[in-house]
């Protein structure tokens, strides 16, 4: 990746500090656990548990793609690439981060 300022003109997709996290659940009565538990927890004022586990498809990926570009995406089964590309075209959300086409 160049050091060079790129004008938004030349750039086609930029992508800063990306980050997508999915909540997994172990089986489907957690998720309803997860949505009432805390808020009787707080209100008791007893520390909320957290009846999930956190995966993080994707971290913190930043890059650009300038107009005429070619960009192959390829890792490992799992490494994020679906998820990279449906946040790109707007299917996903990401979990922080942004990106701009």
């Known amino acids: ?27 489907p009565r957690d998720r ?8 009787f927890q707080r209100l008791f004022g007893k520390p909320t548990k957290q009846y999930f586990r956190e995966f993080w498809a994707l971290k913190d990926v930043s890059f650009e793609v300038k107009k005429g570009e070619t960009v192959g995406i390829i890792g490992r089964n799992g490494s994020g690439k679906s998820t990279l590309l449906q946040m790109i075209c707007g299917t996903l959300n990401a979990t922080s981060g942004s990106i701009q086409t």
């Open 32 to 39: 309803l656990k997860q949505f009432i538990a805390p808020r």
């Open 1 to 27: 990746m160049s050091s060079d300022p790129v004008s938004s003109d030349e750039v086609a997709i930029c992508v800063k500090g990306l980050s997508k996290c999915y909540q997994i659940y172990d089986n």
